[in-house]
């Protein structure tokens, strides 16, 4: 199976989160493209939903189409819940990297 760019998102996210370097930069790029990931896959679950209530309000509709929105239901919810668990683990890793490098900054200053 081919990594879609989510997935390897996903993966350099718990590299980080398992203390991999990171510089400040690639930090506030990961929180953005996470950030975006989360809205995406949250918007593409809310349309699957509002879809398969549409479809379950209709008598006509074929199984096939509800079957096909929940089938896709099941695959982005894993996703979106686990790129909205590593964002939210990703914030506090952010503010102890930047504590480091603040920290890090001042003891430069102080040595010169």
Not at 29 to 46: F, S
């Amino acid at each position: 199976m081919a990594e879609t760019p989510d997935l390897a998102l996903l993966e350099r996210l718990r590299k980080v989160l398992d203390d991999q370097p990171v510089t400040e930069t690639e930090l506030r790029a990961l929180i953005e493209q996470t950030d975006g990931l989360v809205r995406t896959l949250g918007a593409h679950l809310a349309g699957s939903e509002r879809r398969i209530s549409e479809l379950n309000e209709h008598e006509d509709s074929s199984l096939t189409e509800i079957a096909t929105e929940l089938q896709r239901v099941e695959e982005l919810r894993p996703r979106f819940e686990e790129a909205s668990s590593l964002l939210a683990d990703l914030e506090p890793r952010a503010r102890e990297l930047r504590t480091s490098w603040l920290l890090g900054k001042a003891e430069e200053s102080r040595s010169r």
